[in-house]
């Protein structure tokens, strides 16, 4: 039995995660799930699962929570959250909450030695030296969560690293993969909010229409894998079939495929370094007889260039992009920026942001302060 947490249980990817645990009872032990404020949804999912503890930030639904769920330790805020990813005894913790403040809970699970599953990118891009660093002192495992990583792990299974001459992340493209850029001016919320392959949650879609979303994953494969950013491409490909692929030295390409579904990235970091068996819609390749492949446009995403210079740069910029980018989404979707001032708000932190090279924690949350600050003062 291996025990389990899960942070954002309510979430996307969190419930696709507990559907897969149904079919796999006797192999997981769910130690505690937690979400944010969906208390009906964390109830139904505590009584079908009957995990130790449940966990919610959102202090006014902790009676209506103790009430329904008498035979459950029931406990509530952030410093519960991150006490629970102390526990030592647990094998693996699924880090899937959403945005900028799941950086505290993958350090709390790192500095524990617990084996973290993560599908909080955001974490990685904004403190990728601190969490490898981690990682590698306490002797436990960062286990990609997304598809594109986990793809690029399981092709470098049984490879010598040093043997890579590229990585090849596969890209959507999102919906706006078409549009010209001079009809981006008239684009909504309700357009952008609308993902051709994939149904994620909110901040992840408009992630995907901005293409900030590749951008991080580039800075997310540089601190995962350790190859450097000019040997990391982006590959449009609309169908996504292929999650991505890793070029070697001597010119083969391997790829993964399957159909877009998170159910495979998130079995494979749980399962590692087995696989279990899913009844679910295989790949045909009759059905998809035409995989095609495009030149990602830095002209109409760039938010794309934004990430790679960030990256590339260093030091705390890429805490300035992930936290500049989550409250500028954030305005955008509240009505209060256009689509096109989502790359130009986070370009303006980034301009005026002087970096710390080799940060520390505090370093990161005195970074993530001054973005903060600097955009509600002028937006
Ligand atoms: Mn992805």
């Not at 403040?101 to 030695?113: E, H, P, T, V």
Request: charged share 25%; proline share 3%; with cysteine.
């Amino acid at each position: 039995m291996k025990k389990i947490g899960i942070l954002g249980s309510t979430g996307s990817v969190g419930s696709q995660c507990l559907d897969l645990i149904t079919d796999y009872r006797n192999k997981f032990d769910i130690e505690f799930i937690t979400a944010n404020s969906n208390a009906d949804k964390i109830i139904d999912q505590a009584r079908k699962f009957n995990p130790k503890y449940v966990c919610i930030l959102d202090e006014k639904k902790y009676e209506y929570l103790k009430k329904s769920l008498p035979n459950t330790e029931v406990i509530i805020g952030e410093d519960a959250m991150n006490e629970l990813c102390k526990n030592k005894n647990i094998d693996i913790i699924l880090n899937s909450v959403s945005g900028y403040k799941g950086l505290s809970l993958s350090y709390q699970i790192l500095n524990s030695g617990i084996d973290l599953a993560l599908a909080n990118k955001e974490s990685i891009v904004q403190a990728g030296n601190i969490l490898i660093d981690l990682s590698k002192q306490n002797n436990c495992n960062i286990f990609p969560v997304d598809s594109e990583h986990s793809a690029l792990w399981q092709c470098l299974i049984g490879e010598d690293i040093s043997n890579v001459k590229k990585i090849i992340l596969t890209a959507s493209g999102g919906p706006f993969r078409k549009l010209k850029k001079d009809d981006f001016k008239n684009i909504t919320k309700e357009n952008a909010l609308k993902h051709p392959n994939w149904t994620m949650g909110s901040k992840i879609t408009i992630d995907s229409a901005t293409m900030m979303n590749k951008g991080f994953e580039v800075i997310e494969a540089y601190w995962l894998f350790g190859i450097e950013y000019k040997n990391i491409d982006i590959v449009v490909h609309p169908q996504s079939i292929i999650h991505s692929m890793i070029e070697y030295i001597d010119g083969s390409i391997k790829a993964q495929l399957s159909e877009p579904s998170m159910r495979i990235p998130i079995q494979f970091a749980l399962t590692y370094p087995d696989r279990f068996k899913v009844e679910d819609e295989k790949f045909n390749f009759f059905k998809n007889d035409k995989l095609t492949f495009e030149k990602p446009d830095f002209d109409k995403f760039p938010c794309l260039k934004l990430a790679y210079d960030a990256g590339s740069k260093g030091g705390t910029y890429t805490t300035v992009l992930n936290v500049a980018n989550d409250i500028a989404v954030d305005l955008f979707l509240k009505d209060k920026i256009h689509f096109m001032e989502i790359s130009e708000v986070i370009e303006s932190c980034l301009d005026s942001h002087d970096s710390i090279s080799n940060p520390e924690l505090e370093d990161i949350y005195t970074t993530m302060e001054w973005t903060k600050n600097k955009i509600l003062k002028e937006n």
